[in-house]
């Protein structure tokens, strides 16, 4: 899997919106970019992915730009419970390999 | 309700002991992974296993050892060739990367040695 690099840490304030970048410039055509976090002492939980189109559930927003070198997770009103950490990675499509984390980025959401 | 059960959720053991954590899911994922996870860093991949009776070593395998002989679980023994194995343990499953796939967590063993 291409790898990721994130800066390890963000504050954001309350209600603002948190914008998490993610640069994959290795990334190849075949793979998807996911986004997962972790509070503390718990395990990882999926939060969106995506391959080349921008992505919106109900937790975040993927931005993913034109050449696909880089993406932003948006948080539209981050709260105090989204202090957490958050993982970019890439995965190939259809097929189970190695799934590879970094370091993340650490947000702290701030009253 | 389906889902990836670790247990136990803290687990103590004694220098030179082996110890087995244990992972099952009810996902029915093909793949299997274990991670650890030391104080304020990410994730490193400790073994991961794409299919029954196979399985790859991550990054970090020197001093682990698993096993996959049912779709279901996917259990990581820490020997005691393992120079520092306190750490939090994290085990995930997954189907193959698509548009409707997300890997799923358990919630972790931590592992004190003492």
């Known amino acids: 899997d291409a790898k990721t690099t994130q800066p390890t840490s963000m504050d954001c304030a309350e209600g603002r919106a948190a914008n998490l970048p993610c640069n994959h410039s290795?990334?190849?055509?075949?793979?998807?970019v996911y986004w997962y976090r972790q509070i503390h002492s718990q395990g990882p939980q999926y939060i969106i992915h995506?391959?080349?189109n921008n992505e919106t559930n109900e937790m975040a927003s993927l931005i993913i730009t034109e050449d696909r070198k880089s993406s932003t997770l948006i948080l539209p009103h981050a709260t105090l419970r989204d202090t957490a950490v958050y993982y970019c990675?890439?995965?190939?499509?259809?097929?189970?390999?190695?799934?590879?984390f970094g370091a993340g980025t650490r947000l702290t959401v701030k009253p | 309700d389906g889902g990836i059960t670790q247990s136990p959720k803290y687990l103590f053991r004694k220098e030179g002991q082996n110890v087995t954590l244990s992972c099952e899911q009810n996902l029915n994922h093909d793949a299997m992974y274990w991670y650890r996870q030391d104080p304020g860093q990410g994730l490193r991949l400790i073994y991961y296993?794409?299919?029954?009776?196979?399985?790859q070593k991550g990054d970090i395998a020197e001093g682990y050892s698993v096993s996959r002989e049912k779709k279901e679980s996917f259990p990581l023994t820490v020997t005691s060739a393992q120079k520092n194995p306190t750490a939090f343990y994290l085990c995930a499953s997954s189907m193959p990367p698509g548009r409707y796939t997300e890997a799923f967590f358990g919630q972790g063993t931590r592992l004190t040695v003492v």
């Open positions: 990675i890439v995965r190939v499509v259809y097929v189970n390999n190695d799934m590879r």
């Open positions: 290795t990334i190849s055509g075949n793979e998807y």
């Open positions: 296993s794409q299919i029954v009776n196979d399985f």
């Open positions: 995506g391959l080349k």
